[in-house]
């Protein structure tokens, strides 16, 4: 038998809130702008980054203007936004694992000031131990944020598992040999998110639930 997890983080773009359509229209936006070259694609492929490297990664030749490109883009979405919400099913997972007694966190690559928004968009702040944002700490597939959630719970990486719809979150978590659980409704491929050795990929939020529970009970076998 295996034992149980005793913390999940997971992320949330595509992961646990329905936001990855508004982020690619705003980044599109944003990008017409300023006369920038921009696919849908590309925009999608990478959610999950902090800003500073997705300015990076999207606009590499224009870095005078990345300060102005991010603005323009988080002013879009975050005038657009208002109505996005969890995933359905969600709200069931989060409330079932914490009445489970599990700990619960956030990895994501938003800002602290975003991520304080949705949380409070989805009155969910008390429902995690602690949350992380990439304006705060390293930008994913850097660890530093789950080894910060670690420090801060108490819980070795073993013990805990990273929920996320990225490469980056999985390698985040491979990085520092932490299990990892894919989902494949959000942003990357199953190919890509089975690069990184994850447990599962779940293909929607339900199935996401049953395994999980299966990782926070004792019974079942490893």
């Not at 102005?68 to 709200?91: N, P, R, T």
């Not at 520092?176 to 779940?202: E, K, W």
Request: aromatic share 8%.
């Amino acid at each position: 038998m295996h034992k149980p997890v005793e913390l999940i983080i997971f992320d949330w773009d595509g992961t646990l809130f329905d936001s990855v359509g508004q982020i690619v229209t705003s980044l599109l936006y944003a990008a017409e702008q300023f006369e920038q070259p921009l696919t849908p694609e590309a925009a999608k492929s990478i959610i999950g980054l902090g800003l500073p490297e997705v300015a990076q990664v999207l606009f590499p030749n224009v870095p005078e203007l990345h300060t102005d490109i991010l603005k323009c883009y988080g002013d879009h979405y975050v005038e657009h936004s208002k109505d996005d919400q969890w995933f359905s099913g969600v709200a069931d997972m989060l409330y079932g694992l914490k009445n489970q007694n599990i700990k619960l966190a956030v990895a994501t690559g938003k800002s602290r000031r975003g991520l304080d928004r949705v949380l409070a968009q989805t009155n969910s702040h008390d429902l995690f131990e602690i949350t992380r944002a990439a304006s705060e700490t390293k930008s994913k597939p850097n660890p530093l944020m789950l080894e910060e959630i670690l420090n801060f719970t108490g819980v070795n990486a073993e013990r805990a598992m990273m929920v996320g719809d990225t490469s980056y979150d999985l390698e985040m978590a491979q990085n520092i040999a932490m299990p990892r659980v894919g989902v494949s409704y959000g942003v990357h491929s199953v190919d890509v998110l089975q690069r990184f050795n994850p447990l599962t990929v779940a293909h929607n939020v339900n199935t996401l639930h049953q395994f999980l529970n299966t990782q926070v009970s004792t019974s079942e076998v490893a």
